[in-house]
């Protein structure tokens, strides 16, 4: 029996007592849940939405419980699914294939849309190729239909989610959206609620969604100029630096220590090619790229490529947290422009299980070195905090999570 009171949010336990307090079946349970959708009226009716639409909103609506990173009181948290960024290794994510077909297709839009990217760029600052790898990414040039329902999606983990405060505000703005004309048909999301060619959560929307083809409304489903130069003025808003690369490959010197490949080590790019480092394919730098502050980025530890990252690759960070979202995102902007593959090819490394990188970082928090969440996934300070593990235990350095180190620590 699931008790639906435990985890209530204290507006929501005073609706909830009006039902089952614990609800021994689905009726019960979807009683309380539409409660609570119920009580968000006052806040829906303050940002403008109708009676109207608030009601056909809500109309039907159930929760979506198959959703992850719900806290259902009784259940498991579900862990959110296999986002390929988090549990495939570089060359899995990163592949060949991919990036040919991807730019391929970017190209032939980069001369579609010439104007458009051009108008973009002098408006914001992005380069087009950047936005044109942003929509690749995120839906396939607009070719991959969103799976979800986004009001379900959005009630959903505004009642059981593990961030449901910020969910009821995404709610309320999905809401407003129709209010303001969105049909109710185009409102399919991820499972993270996000809407659009490229990505928008709903508050995202009503922030940065721009009408770039002057007729009269932002339309980040059905038009490119303005899905595209929403994309744009999103990354402006986190400080893109226009004229600035995301990122330069570099080869990285034997004496390369991986455990400073951390956001907060950083020195000029000059800098880093004194200690050793060199751009690939023998790219030459600017006196001002030479300035620019960057730091080092292995995302295979020692193995694979290596990367000098400034401002605009965090930037980028922002839109999506993981590096490997990043690094295509990165990448496939280089290959819309012309660019070939890496220099340095991704190594045939294995995935350590999530459980064992969860392992692997619980003990190095025990140990003092690592002070960022257990979620595991080998980010960048894993990665780090592994380095000074094997460096202070006389081990191989490469910054790279493998059963025999993890064997070492249980030991």
């Given at each position: 029996?699931m008790c ?28 309380a ?22 009601d ?15 806290d ?25 294939s ?43 040039y ?31 703005y ?8 969105t ?26 969604g ?57 020195m ?45 690759y ?28 890496f ?11 999530t ?7 619980q ?8 002070k ?40």
């Open positions: 029996m639906l009171l435990r985890g209530l949010r204290p507006h929501v336990v005073t609706i909830a007592l009006l039902f089952a307090v614990c609800a021994p079946n689905h009726a019960h349970a979807d009683s849940f539409n409660a609570f959708l119920e009580s968000l009226w006052p806040r829906a009716q303050q940002i403008g939405v109708s009676r109207k639409v608030f056909a909103g809500l109309r039907g609506l159930e929760p979506d419980l198959t959703l992850p990173d719900l259902i009181p009784g259940r498991p948290a579900s862990p959110p699914p296999g986002q390929a960024e988090f549990v495939q290794t570089p060359g899995q994510y990163l592949r060949e991919s990036f040919d077909r991807l730019a391929a297709r970017g190209r032939e839009l980069s001369v579609q849309h010439r104007a458009t990217l051009a108008r973009i760029e002098k408006g914001f600052g992005v380069p087009g190729n950047v936005v044109l790898a942003i929509w690749a990414r995120e839906t396939d607009g070719s991959y239909k969103l799976p979800y329902d986004a009001l379900r999606v959005l009630a959903t983990q505004a009642y059981f989610g593990k961030r449901a405060a910020l969910f009821q505000a995404e709610f309320l999905a809401l407003k959206m129709i209010q303001d004309g049909p109710r048909a185009d409102m399919r999301s991820s499972w993270g609620g996000a809407l659009g060619m490229t990505q928008f959560l709903p508050s995202e929307f009503y922030k940065l721009v009408d770039f083809d002057g007729d009269g409304r932002a339309d980040i489903f059905r038009s490119v100029p303005d899905a595209l130069a929403s994309a744009a003025k999103q990354l402006q808003s986190k400080g893109w630096r226009s004229g600035e690369r995301w990122a330069y490959e570099v080869r990285a010197p034997q004496s390369a220590d991986c455990s400073i490949g951390t956001p907060d080590v950083t000029p790019i000059g800098e880093w090619l004194k200690r050793g480092f060199t751009p690939a394919k023998g790219r030459k730098l600017s006196p001002k790229e030479l300035s620019l502050r960057a730091s080092l980025l292995q995302p295979e530890g020692n193995y694979g490529p290596s990367f000098l990252t400034p401002k605009n965090f930037v980028i960070k922002e839109y999506n947290f993981s590096d490997l979202y990043v690094l295509f995102v990165g990448h496939l902007s280089d290959r819309i422009a012309g660019a070939g593959p220099e340095t090819a991704w190594s045939k490394s294995d995935q350590l299980k459980k064992d990188v969860e392992a692997m970082q003990r190095l928090i025990e140990l003092g070195i690592y960022d969440k257990i979620d595991g996934k080998a980010g960048m300070l894993t990665r780090a905090a592994l380095g000074q593990y094997q460096k202070a235990n006389g081990l191989k350095v490469d910054c790279w999570p493998t059963a025999a180190v993890l064997s070492h620590m249980r030991r």
